[in-house]
């Protein structure tokens, strides 16, 4: 295989190598040249991303009643989780949260909703939520609210949605190992009909559920094909009355190695720490700023707590970033 050294130098200057050379990184065992491959992720970084780091609040605003099956998801109507499950908020649930997200410092605000495609009524009462938003705060509005054809995608950006989240989750060849109601293909359907609608992307994936590293590889060559404004990478938090519930979690070592790798193969897109970084990393969350990361998903996550936000406010510091609005 190539050097770390050589495969660093060659994604310094922004060039895609082989699947194989990315797979050999994932391989490293010496401690020395696992150092090595971080201190390269840190200069593409530093490089292509400078040293802002993008902050980002969510709010869960519909709960556990997705129709849809996979495997992960503690909001699936088709597994019994305990978490709580309700409609669609009411506006001034939602300005709340934007608004305590705003006081916070996030650059971003993304509302999600729970299901595979909201009904007609639903996504008449989210545009008015979008507009009630866009009155009350001058943050930045995502959405994630599943599968999207290219008029409802036109339809939320003009409302004054600017990205899309929607994640490949991982590669198209394990996609059917975690989820059978819809298909790989869909989830790209909806990629391209938001892109089409002039909608930003924030497609990332969700590492632990049982992937190989060729997995990992696929997938973050599979995202660079869309060129995404942000890739989340969440980690599974494997929850109780799921199918993934006994899934061992990672090593964070290989969680560190495979943020490195998307940060070589992907130098154009801020990568996020996103769901499960609290459970799977611990205290080597820190790790992951030095190894590719350049933004954080902060505060209450969709079924879970987050970290306490100063603490990821003195990580950032530590780490040399600049946040805040």
Known sequence: MQSVDWVGRQALDGKLLSRDSYLGLLRLENPSEISRLFEFAVAVTRKFQGRRAGLCSIVNAKSGLCAEDCAFCAQSVRYKTGIPRYPLLEIAAVLEKAKQAEDRGCDEFC?????????????????????????????????????????????????????INHNIQTSSSFYERIATTHSFEDRVATLGAARAAGLELCCGVLLGMGETREDRVDAAFEIRTYAPECVPINLLDPRPGTPLENQPLLDPIEVLKTVAVFRLILPGSPLRLAGGRRLQLGGWQREALRAGVNGLIVGDLLTTPGNALESDFEDLRAEGFEFGR
Do not use: N, P, Q, W
């Not at 639903?122 to 009155?135: C, H, N, P, S, T």
């Open 111 to 163: 509302i999600v909703t729970s299901g595979g495609k909201l009904t007609d009524a639903e996504f008449g009462k989210l545009l008015e939520i979008i507009a009630a938003v866009r009155r009350a705060v001058t943050l930045h509005l995502d959405a994630s609210v599943g599968f999207l054809d290219f008029v409802r995608a036109r339809r939320l950006k003009e409302a004054g949605i600017r990205r």
